[in-house]
């Protein structure tokens, strides 16, 4: 089945500078990689997505990018905010269900 | 989006009892899951509840400790077995709607096993 590495697990930044997040999987099959944002206490939210036939798609100042070949994506985040702060998971899909990177808590200092 | 409550939202038991979640979704849904999310961990995915039938367990997780039931496409709950503190955990449902890829997440349940 599908495996998810995601690197690193935390990561401290100073606001206004830009944070990037790696993935790589496992199965080839795999075609839909979202990520997703969690705060303490909440539910995962959908930040982004992107598909296999794409190989980068941006919203506003994140930005997710796929290599296919070497298997591995990544989430930039560009002009942090403090509000930026919370875990952050990556995904595939190669069958029908989710699965998850083991995330990475992001801080963001003012 | 597909809103998606769960009942109850929390709950405290006892180690050896049994507690069954539900997940109600206000819109048809082709597939529902449910993932286990324990205290700083990722999302580990328990199961596919097939509507009609019985659910797909993933590596780990059996039927006899996780029952899962879908009766129609709106509806799904989780019982969780004989109840041990290393169950202490989140439990969310997620749901995929028809024709689209997005998969949201349910609230969760918080289960506290004493």
């Known amino acids: 089945g599908e495996n998810v590495e995601q690197h690193p697990s935390t990561l401290s930044v100073q606001e206004g500078d830009s944070a990037v997040i790696k993935c790589t999987y496992s199965?080839?099959?795999?075609?839909?990689f979202p990520w997703y944002k969690q705060e303490l206490g909440k539910r995962p939210q959908l930040i982004i997505d992107?598909?296999?036939?794409?190989g980068e798609k941006k919203d506003q100042r994140i930005a997710v990018t796929l290599n296919k070949t070497a298997k591995h994506f990544s989430l930039h985040i560009t002009e942090t905010q403090p509000e930026d702060s919370a875990v952050y998971f990556c995904?595939?899909?190669?069958?029908?269900?989710?699965?998850f990177g083991k995330g990475t808590t992001l801080s963001v200092s003012s | 989006s597909a809103v998606i409550s769960q009942k109850p939202s929390r709950d405290i038991c006892q180690r050896g009892t049994s507690l069954t979640i539900q997940c109600q979704v206000d819109?048809?849904?082709?597939?529902m899951f449910w993932y286990r999310q324990q205290p700083g961990q990722s999302l580990t995915l328990i199961a596919t509840?097939?509507?009609?039938?019985?659910?797909?367990?993933e590596s780990g997780f059996v039927i006899d400790k996780f029952p899962i039931s879908r009766p129609n496409l709106t509806f799904s709950t989780l019982t969780v077995s004989n109840m041990s503190p290393e169950d202490s955990s989140i439990y969310l449902c997620?749901?995929?709607?028809?024709?689209?890829?997005?998969?949201?997440f349910g609230p969760g349940t918080r289960l506290l096993v004493l």
């Open positions: 819109s048809q849904v082709t597939m």
């Open positions: 992107i598909r296999s036939n794409v």
């Open positions: 997620s749901v995929v709607g028809a024709g689209q890829e997005t998969q949201y």
């Open positions: 995904a595939a899909r190669g069958g029908s269900a989710l699965i």
């Open positions: 509840a097939n509507q009609g039938s019985e659910a797909t367990y």
């Open positions: 199965d080839s099959a795999s075609n839909y």
